[in-house]
Nanobody, 121 residues
Framework: HLGQSGGGLVQTGGSLRLSCAASGLSFSSHTVGWFRQGPGKEREFVAAIVWSGGIHYADSVKGRFTISRDNTKNLVDLQMNSLKPEDTAVYYC?????????????????WGQGTQVTVSS
C-alpha cells in the first residue's frame, strides 16, 4: 500500500514537496516512480529512483525536480522547484516489482491515491 502526502496550490516559480510512504514493502528493493496526469492529458512519467539508486527524470522537469529516497523512513519524496502552470496535474507515486522500464506506467504494480498540484500563473 502506498500513501501520498503534500501537493496543493502554489504560484508560478514556487515550490512543493510530495511524499510517498509504503507499508508492507521496502522502497530500497524496488523502483519507485512519480507520474502525473494533467487535465485532458495522458499519464506521463516524471521521475524515478531505481532500487540500485539510479535516478531518472523527464526532460520537462530536469533541473527543477528532485527525487530522493529515505531508506530509514521508507519514503520517496519529490521536491518540485520553479513550478510552472504546465506542471499542474494529479501526481501519483508508484512502485515496480519486476518491470524493466522505469518510464513506462505499465511497468508499475502498485499506485498511490494521487495528489493534486496546481500552479497558478
Amino acid at each position: 500500500h502506498l500513501g501520498q502526502s503534500g501537493g496543493g496550490l502554489v504560484q508560478t516559480g514556487g515550490s512543493l514537496r510530495l511524499s510517498c510512504a509504503a507499508s508492507g514493502l521496502s522502497f530500497s528493493s524496488h523502483t519507485v516512480g512519480w507520474f502525473r496526469q494533467g487535465p485532458g492529458k495522458e499519464r506521463e512519467f516524471v521521475a524515478a529512483i531505481v532500487w540500485s539508486g539510479g535516478i531518472h527524470y523527464a526532460d520537462s522537469v530536469k533541473g527543477r525536480f528532485t527525487i530522493s529516497r529515505d531508506n530509514t523512513k521508507n519514503l520517496v519524496d519529490l521536491q518540485m522547484n520553479s513550478l510552472k502552470p504546465e506542471d499542474t496535474a494529479v501526481y501519483y507515486c508508484a512502485v515496480s516489482y519486476y518491470g524493466s522500464r522505469y518510464d513506462f506506467a505499465d511497468s508499475y504494480d502498485s499506485w498511490g491515491q494521487g495528489t493534486q498540484v496546481t500552479v497558478s500563473s
